[in-house]
């Protein structure tokens, strides 16, 4: 039944020591977001796809890239971690905006 | 740049007590979406509104939203321990981005 799966759940990595997170999802929806979420704060748009097309927030880092293969994964790279990258990191998907359906995020420690 | 103000940021009530929590804007949005998150998880969709004035309802919570399509309000009834979360209203536009409230931390107490 999972709709929007991330992996891993915990990834731990060490300053400067690049990470992939992964998202897959199984409801063929053509939109698909990666949000970095930090202590009971919303959700900060990082970037998003809108089929093929890769759209960037204005003010994501360099240090942030995402792939999207195909319809149903998209991977988020972060090249080199700062402290100030633990955070939670969300996939979402969406049809056609009214709704959108996320995972269960991937918590980043930066050690 | 569209904004969404959602007040209030915090909220601690009693169990039974009913609940309020509002956003609202300047701009108009084509949806307003409703989520509730818990510590560690994803947010997850309660509800989607997309006409002017249009009202849901979902067990015990009630959520409406205005007549100008400019602000929203989520209303609980006999507030229940496992209400406890972070709620976010998000709203839509024409770009496929959700404009997303700052979050109403919820906490409900037995």
């Known amino acids: 039944d999972a709709m929007v799966i991330q992996n891993p759940r915990y990834q731990v990595t060490q300053f400067g020591k690049p990470v992939t997170l992964s998202c897959s999802q199984t409801?063929?929806?053509?939109?698909m977001y990666w949000y970095q979420q930090k202590s009971s704060q919303a959700p900060k748009l990082l970037f998003h796809y809108y089929d093929k097309d890769f759209n960037n927030e204005a003010d994501t880092p360099d240090n942030f890239q995402s792939r999207r293969p195909n319809t149903s994964f998209c991977f988020l790279d972060i090249r080199s971690p700062g402290l100030g990258d633990a955070a939670m990191y969300l996939c979402?998907?969406?049809?056609?905006?009214?709704?959108?359906?996320f995972g269960p995020g991937t918590r980043l420690t930066v050690t | 740049t569209q904004l969404l103000e959602q007040s209030p940021q915090f909220l601690s009530i009693q169990e039974g007590e009913n609940l309020t929590v509002y956003c609202n804007s300047s701009?108009?949005?084509?949806?307003l979406q409703w989520y509730r998150q818990e510590p560690g998880e994803g947010p997850v969709l309660l509800v989607t509104v997309v006409t002017g004035g249009e009202v849901k309802k979902l067990k015990r919570l009630t959520f409406q939203f205005g007549d100008a399509r400019k602000d929203s309000s989520l209303h609980i009834t006999a507030a229940q321990t496992g209400d406890t979360g972070l709620y976010l209203c998000a709203g839509g536009g024409s770009n496929y981005k959700l404009t997303f409230g700052k979050g109403t931390l919820l906490t409900v107490n037995p």
């Open positions: 979402a998907t969406s049809r056609d905006l009214r709704g959108e359906y």
């Open positions: 409801l063929n929806h053509n939109v």
């Open positions: 701009s108009v949005f084509s949806s």
